[in-house]
């Protein structure tokens, strides 16, 4: 199965950003990859069901972002280094949770993406905390 390691997480303060990293390897039994499959990144506060923040998909185009995160988070992949990045700009404390990456499925729905535990369990994420 694929592994995914996310990074960059830390404790910022309101209005700072952070750049958040994905890298993953492997490749599942069906032989999907990281670089033919769209990605996404998702995450949970305390408390707090598992969301949906952005997408992209295997080419890095048409990226998709939870209203929470529009004008503020891009994500943005680069398929050489089997990584997929979220620059998250203008930080609130409402942002902190675990963030995590995988696979998407759904990708065009007119919901939100949903992560897809058949390409890759998910990983330990990554702490964002935002102080007020």
């Known amino acids: 199965q694929v592994q995914l390691v996310e990074s960059g997480g830390g404790l910022v303060q309101t209005g700072g950003s952070l750049r958040l990293s994905c890298a993953a390897s492997g490749r599942t039994d069906t032989g999907r990859t990281f670089s033919t499959n769209s990605m996404g990144w998702f995450r949970q506060a305390p408390g707090k069901e598992r969301e949906f923040v952005a997408a992209?998909?295997?080419?890095?185009?048409?990226?998709r972002y939870a209203d929470s995160a529009k004008a503020r988070f891009t994500i943005s992949r680069d398929n050489p280094k089997n990584t997929v990045y979220l620059q998250m700009n203008s930080l609130k404390p409402e942002d902190t949770a675990v963030y995590y990456c995988n696979g998407v499925k759904g990708y065009f729905s007119a919901t939100y993406p949903e992560g897809d535990t058949d390409f890759a369990s998910w990983g330990q994420g990554t702490q964002v905390t935002v102080s007020s």
């Open positions: 992209i998909t295997w080419s890095g185009g048409n990226p």
